[in-house]
């Protein structure tokens, strides 16, 4: 092959910025030849003649090249270029070849040190020993530099293919956290919309049934995947993923809407409920207070025959009306029929209050004419015992919560104070019998037992406190020696107030905002001993109370002067204000005298007419639970009818909803991209001492003989061209060193 020799320059640039020009000189012949015929001078930018290149070893790359290079020429060709030249010119030197060597490798090594801070992982295999000659050093110094040229690409496309892999990894990782957090943002938004309104709906009485769907994509794997092979991946993916969320908030959008809607139509048919039952409720209590108007008109006279030990049968009878079946109606077809009801009930009261009235009047005139005969009632024929708040009754927790009165209730004082004013007033002139050594919280139902009275313990079961937007209600429990046991049911709201308090609400001016009284309108309870007795008595009837007594059917009973009965109820109008302690029949007072001593358990309501009062107090037992009871007499005969009140509407029931709630997975974080491999090697160049050139000796001419032409000339043509030859090259040089 033919190879043109010049000169090559080459510039390294070093880690610490700086450049340095190494000229490295290659070819620089001059032949002696030319020289001795007295040639012009050869410039070193000249190029030599084309020569055969002498057949030279060929250097093996390392394995790991090997590779690499296989892999590049499966490539296109890449666009990497390497500053490592190819080839020398044919008359390198062995020291310019080691120089081109050492500054090929230097230009490599500095791009491996790249390539590592780049993230390459670079295997440097074992260092290569070349040894030259002056006949091969051209050539083989062409072959290493080929490959120093070739690795130095392959490091560089290492370089390249890192960088990019990572940038390809940082910028798929920075778009999935972006568009994995605003997807689940939104979908969580939709999600917590759902269950907002599947709590609402599961508070309002709906069954709710959830099922979650799996709405995950079936995602394009990316494990291992690096450069754009990953970002289309990703991107696809991706696109997966915000359509699956989009899927997924319309499916709970679906779901919201059903929920509104299932909802809307439940609340209505509840409203529908609550005015149908609320009307009812109207109509049945005035009805009900009527026909317990001819009921108290009636047992004045039962009482009172009662009192005088006079026999009177009371003949009881139901009308039932023919009212409209509201079982399964809703809405206003359930309104209307309800009303069709009210009104055919009102009827029938009418009608019964009638006939009950005359029945009332006729007895009564039998009574008038038999009482004129009357005489005395005979008294000592048996005393039960009662039961009496004796020195050591103490009050215990059954299911109530007992307070230590210390705890905050009121904005002007703690849960003492509450009670005090609640049912003493402010000004402390009511019911001043009262202690508050024992105060309990009653949510809802409660008990308390009165320990070691008199005769036993009694149970008090305190249930249904009707108090205007009460937020917590209580109950105050005490007793008097030798006296009875009382209560006091006060209730506590937040608001504003500018009114008294006590029985009546009166007694100064509270005049606070914050945490003040609720008005207590009534309550349930229920009393049971656990001995026996043979009289009953309620102590504290007053302020418009009414207090209805069950159980006790079959006792004898005396009535204070202020109450009045109807049935079973038991009323007392204004201005009087007994002490519920005092266990004496005043009054206000009512008394049951059974024929034998037993275990009682009597329950009922106490109630005012409305929201009248911060609290309501009541008294049971004492001295006068041990008077002796009194004998029976024969019954006259009343009529005493009652209307069957219409059936209560049902509450709607519950209606079923379906909610589907929607789950993504995100797709796979794309993974840190594994670092580019590449292997390099470097040589070591070894020169061979080069042989001197023997010279023949040179005939020693006789200095007279100097003849124009011949040897002597020649001799000088010789050294003059040598001369010459040195002084161009140095001029050279010296030209391209400047």
Same mark, same amino acid.
């Given at each position: 092959?033919?190879?043109?020799?010049?000169?090559?320059?080459?510039?390294?640039?070093?880690?610490?910025?700086?450049?340095?020009?190494?000229?490295?000189?290659?070819?620089?012949?001059?032949?002696?030849?030319?020289?001795?015929?007295?040639?012009?001078?050869?410039?070193?930018?000249?190029?030599?003649?084309?020569?055969?290149?002498?057949?030279?070893?060929?250097?093996?790359?390392?394995?790991?090249?090997?590779?690499?290079?296989?892999?590049?020429?499966?490539?296109?060709?890449?666009?990497?270029?390497?500053?490592?030249?190819?080839?020398?010119?044919?008359?390198?030197?062995?020291?310019?070849?080691?120089?081109?060597?050492?500054?090929?490798?230097?230009?490599?090594?500095?791009?491996?040190?790249?390539?590592?801070?780049?993230?390459?992982?670079?295997?440097?295999?074992?260092?290569?020993?070349?040894?030259?000659?002056?006949?091969?050093?051209?050539?083989?110094?062409?072959?290493?530099?080929?490959?120093?040229?070739?690795?130095?690409?392959?490091?560089?496309?290492?370089?390249?293919?890192?960088?990019?892999?990572?940038?390809?990894?940082?910028?798929?990782?920075?778009?999935?956290?972006?568009?994995?957090?605003?997807?689940?943002?939104?979908?969580?938004?939709?999600?917590?919309?759902?269950?907002?309104?599947?709590?609402?709906?599961?508070?309002?009485?709906?069954?709710?049934?959830?099922?979650?769907?799996?709405?995950?994509?079936?995602?394009?794997?990316?494990?291992?995947?690096?450069?754009?092979?990953?970002?289309?991946?990703?991107?696809?993916?991706?696109?997966?993923?915000?359509?699956?969320?989009?899927?997924?908030?319309?499916?709970?959008?679906?779901?919201?809407?059903?929920?509104?809607?299932?909802?809307?139509?439940?609340?209505?048919?509840?409203?529908?409920?609550?005015?149908?039952?609320?009307?009812?409720?109207?109509?049945?209590?005035?009805?009900?207070?009527?026909?317990?108007?001819?009921?108290?008109?009636?047992?004045?006279?039962?009482?009172?025959?009662?009192?005088?030990?006079?026999?009177?049968?009371?003949? $009881?009878?139901?009308?039932?009306?023919?009212?409209?079946?509201?079982?399964?109606?809703?809405?206003?077809?359930?309104?209307?029929?309800?009303?069709?009801?009210?009104?055919?009930?009102?009827?029938?009261?009418?009608?019964?209050?009638?006939?009950?009235?005359?029945?009332?009047?006729?007895?009564?005139?039998?009574?008038?004419?038999?009482?004129?005969?009357?005489?005395?009632?005979?008294?000592?024929?048996?005393?039960?015992?009662?039961?009496?708040?004796?020195?050591?009754?103490?009050?215990?927790?059954?299911?109530?919560?007992?307070?230590?009165?210390?705890?905050?209730?009121?904005?002007?004082?703690?849960?003492? $104070?509450?009670?005090?004013?609640?049912?003493?007033?402010?000004?402390?002139?009511?019911?001043?019998?009262?202690?508050?050594?024992?105060?309990?919280?009653?949510?809802?139902?409660?008990?308390?037992?009165?320990?070691?009275?008199?005769?036993?313990?009694?149970?008090?079961?305190?249930?249904?406190?009707?108090?205007?937007?009460?937020?917590?209600?209580?109950?105050?429990?005490?007793?008097?020696?030798?006296?009875?046991?009382?209560?006091?049911?006060?209730?506590?709201?937040?608001?504003?107030?500018?009114?008294?308090?006590?029985?009546?609400?009166?007694?100064?001016?509270?005049?606070?905002?914050?945490?003040?009284?609720?008005?207590?309108?009534?309550?349930?309870?229920?009393?049971?001993?656990?001995?026996?007795?043979?009289?009953?008595?309620?102590?504290?009837?007053?302020?418009?109370?009414?207090?209805?007594?069950?159980?006790?059917?079959?006792?004898?009973?005396?009535?204070?002067?202020?109450?009045?009965?109807?049935?079973?109820?038991?009323?007392?109008?204004?201005?009087?204000?007994?002490?519920?302690?005092?266990?004496?029949?005043?009054?206000?007072?009512?008394?049951?005298?059974?024929?034998?001593?037993?275990?009682?358990?009597?329950?009922?309501?106490?109630?005012?007419?409305?929201?009248?009062?911060?609290?309501?107090?009541?008294?049971?037992?004492?001295?006068?639970?041990?008077?002796?009871?009194? &004998?029976?007499?024969?019954?006259?005969?009343?009529?005493?009818?009652?209307?069957?009140?219409?059936?209560?509407?049902?509450?709607?029931?519950?209606?079923?909803?379906?909610?589907?709630?929607?789950?993504?997975?995100?797709?796979?974080? &794309?993974?840190?991209?594994?670092?580019?491999?590449?292997?390099?090697?470097?040589?070591?160049?070894?020169?061979?001492?080069?042989?001197?050139?023997?010279?023949?000796?040179?005939?020693?001419?006789?200095?007279?003989?100097?003849?124009?032409?011949?040897?002597?000339?020649?001799?000088?043509?010789?050294?003059?061209?040598?001369?010459?030859?040195?002084?161009?090259?140095?001029?050279?040089?010296?030209?391209?060193?400047?």
């Amino acid at each position: 092959m033919t190879q043109e020799t010049k000169q090559i320059f080459s510039l390294r640039k070093f880690k610490t910025g700086t450049h340095s020009a190494l000229l490295a000189k290659y070819g620089i012949v001059l032949a002696t030849t030319a020289v001795l015929m007295g040639a012009g001078a050869v410039s070193a930018d000249e190029v030599t003649t084309s020569q055969t290149k002498p057949t030279t070893e060929v250097v093996a790359p390392a394995a790991g090249q090997a590779s690499v290079s296989a892999e590049t020429s499966a490539k296109k060709q890449s666009a990497v270029t390497s500053d490592i030249p190819t080839s020398v010119p044919a008359h390198t030197t062995q020291d310019q070849a080691v120089t081109a060597v050492e500054d090929a490798q230097a230009t490599l090594k500095d791009n491996v040190s790249t390539a590592k801070d780049t993230g390459v992982v670079v295997k440097e295999g074992d260092t290569k020993e070349v040894v030259i000659n002056s006949g091969n050093a051209a050539e083989k110094t062409s072959e290493i530099l080929t490959d120093l040229n070739q690795q130095d690409k392959a490091v560089k496309e290492a370089t390249e293919k890192q960088a990019a892999n990572q940038k390809a990894y940082e910028e798929t990782s920075k778009e999935h956290e972006a568009v994995v957090k605003e997807g689940q943002e939104h979908l969580d938004k939709s999600t917590a919309e759902v269950d907002q309104l599947i709590d609402q709906a599961k508070k309002a009485g709906l069954l709710v049934t959830e099922t979650t769907t799996d709405q995950t994509p079936e995602y394009k794997g990316t494990k291992g995947l690096t450069g754009d092979e990953l970002r289309t991946a990703m991107a696809e993916n991706l696109e997966l993923y915000q359509a699956a969320i989009k899927a997924g908030i319309t499916l709970q959008d679906k779901s919201v809407a059903d929920l509104k809607a299932t909802l809307a139509l439940y609340q209505a048919n509840q409203k529908a409920y609550t005015q149908a039952n609320t009307a009812l409720k109207d109509a049945k209590s005035s009805g009900v207070a009527e026909l317990e108007g001819a009921d108290g008109r009636q047992n004045q006279v039962i009482d009172l025959a009662k009192k005088n030990n006079v026999p009177i049968d009371v003949k $009881t009878e139901t009308v039932h009306p023919k009212y409209i079946d509201t079982k399964g109606l809703t809405g206003d077809k359930l309104y209307q029929a309800i009303q069709n009801n009210i009104a055919v009930y009102q009827k029938a009261v009418a009608d019964s209050v009638g006939k009950q009235d005359a029945s009332t009047k006729e007895a009564q005139a039998k009574l008038d004419a038999y009482l004129k005969a009357l005489a005395d009632y005979q008294a000592g024929i048996g005393r039960e015992s009662g039961v009496k708040w004796a020195e050591n009754t103490t009050v215990e927790a059954g299911t109530a919560q007992r307070m230590t009165g210390d705890e905050p209730a009121v904005s002007w004082g703690n849960l003492r $104070t509450a009670a005090a004013d609640a049912i003493q007033s402010l000004d402390r002139n009511q019911n001043t019998d009262a202690t508050f050594d024992y105060i309990f919280k009653i949510n809802g139902s409660g008990t308390v037992i009165i320990k070691n009275t008199s005769n036993g313990d009694v149970t008090l079961k305190i249930s249904n406190i009707q108090a205007w937007t009460a937020e917590n209600t209580y109950l105050a429990v005490w007793g008097a020696k030798d006296g009875g046991i009382a209560w006091g049911v006060f209730a506590t709201t937040h608001g504003t107030v500018t009114g008294g308090a006590g029985e009546g609400a009166t007694g100064g001016n509270v005049g606070a905002t914050g945490a003040i009284f609720a008005m207590v309108k009534s309550y349930d309870y229920e009393v049971s001993t656990s001995n026996t007795v043979s009289t009953v008595t309620f102590n504290d009837i007053d302020n418009n109370q009414t207090v209805t007594l069950n159980g006790l059917d079959g006792a004898k009973l005396v009535k204070g002067g202020n109450v009045t009965q109807s049935g079973n109820s038991y009323s007392a109008g204004t201005g009087d204000v007994s002490q519920a302690t005092g266990g004496v029949i005043d009054s206000n007072g009512v008394q049951f005298n059974l024929d034998t001593a037993k275990k009682v358990v009597f329950s009922g309501t106490h109630y005012l007419p409305g929201y009248i009062n911060t609290s309501i107090v009541a008294g049971i037992f004492g001295v006068a639970s041990e008077v002796p009871k009194e &004998p029976k007499k024969p019954n006259l005969e009343v009529k005493n009818l009652d209307v069957k009140v219409p059936e209560a509407p049902e509450a709607p029931k519950p209606i079923a909803v379906a909610v589907q709630k929607a789950t993504v997975k995100a797709p796979d974080a &794309p993974e840190a991209p594994a670092p580019v491999e590449v292997s390099v090697h470097y040589y070591k160049m070894t020169t061979t001492p080069e042989e001197p050139t023997p010279v023949p000796p040179t005939p020693v001419q006789k200095a007279s003989v100097l003849p124009s032409t011949g040897e002597a000339g020649s001799v000088l043509s010789i050294i003059g061209g040598v001369l010459l030859s040195g002084l161009a090259l140095v001029g050279v040089r010296k030209r391209k060193e400047d």
